[in-house]
């Protein structure tokens, strides 16, 4: 099986959603200071780059489905990955539950433990903030009706290859609650998703953050 990296290079300059902190990645100590190693101090936002959100990103601690990203079960981690290519999309439109269903019939049936992603293609302005900054102006998304048509199907994440599920449009983060708030994991920031439209198997661990809000991810996927 050939195997497929869906994450971003982490570095400086890279697209951030627009209140969120930087990344800096600074040079620590060098053979040139007379260190035996060299070695960088990292400063990372929980959500830079491609990451995972933990369901408390937006759920508070007496929510039923609140885990920290510590917390979260690794089976939330990999799995059969479905993978909807909606490219045609412009900024303004929405995956809706029509389209969905759409697609199942012609293809696969959601089930029970996948994850779904949408290629939307956005990592195509995937450039440093200093030449473009398309890629965070603005995006489609999925719409809060279509992600709890995806709570019905029992699924364990979402990914996308956009800043945020919700569209930049969406009022109230729909698809966030909808999802979160039903134990369901969300993938941003992904890349190369066409390369894995279909079905594919799927793998994105995050780091073991205590009272995390979510984490840079690692997502690969074999096809």
């Not at 759920?59 to 909606?86: I, S």
């Not at 490219?87 to 539950?97: E, I, N, P």
């Not at 398309?134 to 029992?154: C, I, R």
Request: hydrophobic residues 35%; glycine residues 6%.
């Amino acid at each position: 099986m050939e195997v497929i990296d869906l994450s971003h290079t982490l570095e400086e300059d890279m697209p951030i959603y627009p209140t969120h902190s930087r990344y800096f990645h600074t040079l620590w100590d060098s053979f040139e200071t007379g260190s035996q190693a060299l070695l960088y101090q990292l400063i990372i936002n929980e959500h830079c780059g491609t990451h995972m959100d933990a369901t408390a990103h937006f759920l508070k601690e007496d929510h039923p489905e609140h885990l920290y990203m510590a917390e979260t079960p690794v089976t939330q981690c990999f799995g059969r990955a479905l993978t909807l290519d909606v490219s045609h999309f412009k900024d303004t439109d929405l995956v809706t539950t029509e389209i969905l269903q759409e697609w199942e019939q012609k293809y696969h049936a959601i089930e029970k433990g996948d994850i779904v992603n949408f290629r939307f293609g956005w990592d195509r302005y995937w450039e440093p903030r200093s030449v473009s900054q398309t890629y965070s102006k603005s995006w489609p998304g999925l719409s809060g009706e279509a992600a709890e048509y995806l709570v019905s199907k029992q699924i364990k994440a979402v990914g996308c290859d956009v800043l945020a599920i919700d569209s930049y449009y969406a009022v109230g983060a729909p698809a966030h609650y909808a999802l979160l708030g039903n134990g369901i994991n969300i993938i941003e920031n992904l890349t190369k998703l066409e390369e894995i439209i279909g079905e594919s198997y799927m793998i994105a661990f995050p780091l073991k953050v205590k009272q995390g809000s979510g984490s840079p991810i690692r997502a690969v996927a074999y096809k």
